[in-house]
């Protein structure tokens, strides 16, 4: 008996249009957290991630100096600054595209997962707003204290998220094969060959490539919405079907209005 299915998203350039920590740069800068060279470096890293994509040795080394940057920093705190700054950094830059999919894969029966290789803080909480049943995150080692120590419990990067996606599907029963995968960059071949439906969503040089070598299917997003305006849709259209049902009964009124006044006279 097949289990079900499922769609896994990548978060960055896939689900949003631009690097998930790179968006709560500022908003960590205000409170005190990062540094002004930090958030120029994070910056310029983006640039040469534009220009030549993600790599293994790039992104190792955003790695090392992340939890570096975030060691003795307290995990409340970094959590309070993410949902404080999310409806102002986050929701502008979520693909409408990506959010029309959830939707699809849900009306099919299919759980939607986020994996990305962004913080849990950040990760939790988007997936908590754009309606995916669960998340694969980056964890950091956090201390007694409640104090990040610059470890990792698991980093969610390349072949640890198809390792961690195989074993969310053993959990829950899900069937691979009949299952989904979205992502932007290379480094994520691993998890879109374990389902049986690939696609490539705005891809680097390497993953275009690679996708057109496979035959798997390939996305461009171009839209990104703000949540609000993506959960005011439906009450707007009902608004609409509304405003004009009403103006028809008036111009009919109108029009009947002249014949009525003549047979009363």
Same mark, same amino acid.
């Given at each position: 008996?097949?289990?079900?299915?499922?769609?896994?998203?990548?978060?960055? &350039?896939? #689900?949003?249009? &631009?690097? !998930?920590?790179?968006?709560? @740069? +500022?908003?960590?800068?205000?409170? *005190?957290?990062?540094?002004?060279?930090?958030?120029? =470096? !994070? #910056?310029? %890293?983006?640039?040469?991630?534009?220009? @030549? %994509?993600?790599?293994?040795?790039?992104?190792?080394?955003?790695?090392?100096?992340?939890?570096?940057?975030?060691? *003795?920093?307290?995990?409340?705190?970094?959590?309070?600054?993410? =949902?404080?700054?999310?409806? &102002?950094?986050?929701?502008?830059?979520?693909?409408?595209?990506?959010?029309?999919?959830?939707?699809?894969?849900?009306?099919? *029966?299919?759980?939607?997962?986020?994996?990305?290789?962004?913080?849990?803080?950040? #990760?939790?909480?988007?997936?908590?707003?754009?309606?995916?049943?669960? $998340?694969?995150?980056? =964890?950091? +080692?956090?201390?007694?204290?409640?104090?990040?120590? %610059?470890?990792?419990?698991?980093?969610?990067?390349?072949?640890? &998220?198809?390792?961690?996606?195989?074993?969310?599907?053993?959990?829950?029963?899900?069937?691979?094969?009949?299952?989904?995968? $979205?992502?932007?960059?290379?480094?994520?071949?691993?998890?879109?060959?374990? #389902? %049986?439906?690939?696609?490539?969503?705005?891809?680097?040089?390497?993953?275009?490539?690679?996708?057109?070598?496979?035959?798997?299917?390939?996305?461009?997003?171009?839209?990104?919405? +703000?949540?609000?305006?993506?959960?005011?849709?439906? *009450?707007?259209?009902?608004?609409?079907?509304?405003?004009?049902?009403?103006? @028809?009964?008036?111009?009919?009124?109108?029009?009947?209005?002249?014949?009525? !006044?003549?047979?009363?006279?």
């Amino acid at each position: 008996m097949a289990g079900v299915e499922a769609a896994f998203f990548d978060l960055d &350039k896939t #689900v949003i249009a &631009k690097s !998930s920590v790179l968006a709560y @740069g +500022r908003p960590l800068y205000r409170e *005190g957290l990062v540094p002004r060279i930090a958030l120029i =470096r !994070s #910056v310029y %890293g983006q640039a040469l991630y534009r220009l @030549g %994509g993600a790599s293994e040795a790039r992104m190792d080394r955003a790695r090392d100096s992340m939890l570096s940057l975030i060691r *003795g920093w307290e995990q409340a705190r970094v959590t309070g600054v993410v =949902r404080d700054a999310f409806e &102002k950094v986050v929701t502008p830059i979520i693909y409408a595209e990506a959010l029309a999919l959830f939707d699809e894969h849900h009306r099919a *029966g299919r759980l939607v997962f986020l994996v990305s290789s962004s913080p849990a803080e950040i #990760v939790s909480h988007l997936a908590e707003h754009i309606g995916a049943d669960d $998340y694969i995150a980056t =964890r950091s +080692r956090v201390d007694d204290d409640g104090r990040y120590t %610059g470890e990792l419990e698991f980093y969610a990067y390349g072949p640890h &998220k198809a390792d961690a996606i195989h074993r969310m599907a053993a959990a829950r029963g899900i069937d691979l094969a009949g299952s989904y995968a $979205y992502s932007d960059s290379i480094t994520d071949a691993p998890m879109l060959e374990v #389902v %049986g439906h690939p696609v490539a969503v705005n891809p680097d040089r390497d993953l275009a490539r690679l996708a057109r070598e496979r035959e798997w299917e390939i996305r461009h997003f171009h839209q990104p919405v +703000r949540l609000r305006q993506r959960a005011a849709a439906p *009450g707007a259209a009902v608004g609409g079907m509304v405003v004009a049902a009403g103006l @028809g009964l008036a111009l009919r009124w109108l029009r009947q209005r002249p014949a009525a !006044s003549g047979r009363s006279a």
